[in-house]
């Protein structure tokens, strides 16, 4: 038995919690735990109040839904049902991007709310805000999908993501102290993978006997070809939690096989955090409808039928600081009309295509995760509306870039800068620039595209 998980659990976590103010993570739980299971219609009545609050707020103190609304001859008190709803302009990021400023609801101070930023969905980086009360939701939100894999908080979790600082959300000393109580130490940094470090993993974890592991899809299939090329079979948690891009049918088979254990797909991005997530029954992604209102909207903003894909729209309930109203997101999803098993009311999902990248492979050997550069390279240098990276040989890349008015001779020679410490010296590098980067007939955004067949 793990009693260091236990006093984690009641009572190092709880005081963490208490000592940061945020009293309220612990009746989100409580909510969260209780609304998973309620009837289907009072789910919906609930999204409906929620969402009525937020569009009178967005309404009343966002310039930028007030013109928004009015243009379309809409008020908040006219949308009646969700085919009202419908009528409402979708939030593009190139929206967002545009008026910053005019999104954050005035009756808010900017000083209080949190600035964050994504490299996107399509590479474009995207600055926005949550308030506090909304980053305290976002955890119990995570809480409760990650109990739905078996994980609790206080159990070990290592991590194969982009950035070491970006698991915990909080860097310095502050960070490595919180990691440390809460035991998400190992973490493989997978922004650029070798040989070498996927070899010390191996030995990390067997070291660290991770309950669950957290990772970016592409990357823990690279991690799982390595460990069933060098006959490692001894790396077996109890549950692997895969995000950030597409998860492929191949790579889940390969990764259960190598380590022994289910994977539970989710799918979230940095603006609205967990969007769905895979529970044990495995047959879809339970959306997180308490505080997320999502759609499945045709081309022509019809909503699609149960099993038929759609681009994903989605509406944050709960961030009024700056609201996200119908954002979309540049995904593709369909809606499921599937019981699960596993007794859950909130409403399944498929995941289609989103997020495509393949990894970089450079000429000393190091495989960069397309998922990594798009927030750790492309979302750092200011100005770039949208971006492709393209590998035809071993030793160059393609930068598309579609430059935004702001985007100035500083921020190129950022991206200079920043190329050789992502891609070694020995890359060379064009850089064109072009109006759009087109999606794939399949409706996949590529950000990287490697044509040299990285094992990715
Ligand atoms: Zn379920």
Not at 72 to 78: D, E, F, I, Q, V
């Amino acid at each position: 038995m793990d009693i260091y998980a236990g006093i984690v659990r009641y009572a190092v976590h709880p005081l963490w919690v208490l000592k940061d103010g945020k009293w309220s993570l612990f009746r989100y739980l409580r909510e969260f735990e209780e609304f998973q299971y309620r009837d289907p219609q009072t789910i919906k009545e609930s999204q409906w109040k929620k969402l009525n609050r937020l569009m009178s707020h967005a309404y009343e103190n966002c310039p930028f839904y007030r013109s928004r609304f009015d243009a379309a001859g809409l008020k908040p008190s006219s949308i009646q049902d969700p085919s009202d709803f419908r009528r409402i302009p979708f939030l593009t990021k190139k929206d967002i991007q545009e008026n910053l400023p005019a999104l954050v609801a005035t009756n808010y101070n900017l000083n209080d709310l949190v600035p964050n930023k994504t490299g996107g969905s399509t590479g474009s980086p995207l600055h926005y805000y949550h308030d506090r009360e909304r980053i305290i939701s976002m955890e119990a939100s995570a809480i409760r999908h990650d109990r739905w894999t078996g994980y609790k908080v206080g159990d070990k979790m290592a991590g194969i993501w982009g950035s070491r600082t970006d698991l915990s959300g909080v860097r310095g000393w502050k960070g490595r102290i919180q990691r440390l109580l809460f035991r998400s130490g190992a973490i493989l940094d997978s922004s650029s993978i070798t040989d070498e470090r996927l070899a010390h993993f191996v030995e990390v974890l067997r070291e660290f006997k991770p309950k669950s592991i957290l990772a970016y899809a592409n990357s823990v299939y690279v991690f799982a070809q390595y460990c069933k090329e060098h006959g490692v079979r001894d790396i077996h948690p109890a549950s692997i939690i895969t995000s950030a891009e597409v998860l492929h049918d191949h790579e889940r088979v390969l990764i259960e096989e190598v380590f022994r254990c289910k994977v539970f797909n989710r799918y979230g991005c940095r603006e609205v955090s967990v969007i769905a997530s895979e529970c044990s029954g495995h047959s879809g992604l339970h959306i997180n409808a308490d505080t997320l209102y999502v759609e499945f909207v045709d081309d022509n903003g019809q909503a699609v039928s149960p099993g038929q894909q759609g681009n994903i729209i989605i509406t944050d309930l709960l961030n009024f600081g700056m609201p996200f109203l119908r954002y979309k997101i540049e995904d593709i999803g369909s809606p499921s009309e599937t019981v699960c098993p596993c007794g859950r009311t909130l409403p399944l999902m498929q995941m289609v295509a989103g997020r495509t990248t393949d990894f970089i492979v450079t000429p000393d050997g190091k495989r960069v995760s397309g998922a990594a550069l798009t927030i750790y390279l492309i979302s750092n240098v200011p100005g770039i509306r949208q971006a492709q990276i393209i590998q035809d040989v071993l030793d160059h890349v393609t930068f598309k870039i579609v430059p935004g008015p702001e985007f100035k001779d500083s921020g190129l020679a950022l991206l200079k800068q920043k190329v050789p410490e992502f891609f070694g010296e020995g890359m060379r590098y064009d850089i064109t620039y072009v109006d759009s980067i087109p999606k794939e007939p399949s409706g996949k955004y590529r950000f990287t595209i490697s044509k040299i067949g990285s094992r990715g």
